[in-house]
């Protein structure tokens, strides 16, 4: 047990070592990589160096939990309000294509010539005379106008 105690204590006390890596060229242009510095003879070289430890963690803001509280909070708000303004224009296109292609159906069946029959209020069917499907034609023309533009 003191064995371990001692080897853990000497691992972390140890003071990190400084690490240099060479790269060089030779003559016959072989690249060579070593902890010792290159001959005289080489092309070229670069020293390499490697950081013995690693790099230190970025520096906290001075924020207080609240004031970092408080931010987090007024994204999340601004967050879920561009979320809802997304899904309200979608929504929005959605029900103007709907609307614009019922329009245009409604114009179709109206312009085609045929019979159109109508209910009262009682539930009894009636045959559109050419006033009614004027009016009917002319409001179809508005609908679509609005919706399709």
Known sequence: ?????????????????????????????????????????????????????????????????????????????????????KKKEADDAKTKTENCDKSKKALKTLEDGGRINTYDDKGNRTVMDDAQRAKAMDDAKKAVSEWCK
């Open 1 to 85: 047990m003191k064995i371990l105690l001692a080897l853990t204590a000497l691992i972390f006390y140890a003071s990190p070592a400084a690490a240099e890596m060479y790269r060089w060229v030779d003559a016959q242009g072989k690249v060579h990589y070593s902890d010792q510095p290159p001959a005289e003879k080489s092309k070229s070289s670069k020293t390499l160096n490697i950081p013995s430890q690693p790099a230190a963690p970025a520096a906290e803001s001075n924020k207080s939990w609240q004031e970092k509280e408080l931010d987090y909070k007024k994204r999340q708000t601004t967050a879920a309000d561009t979320e809802a303004k």
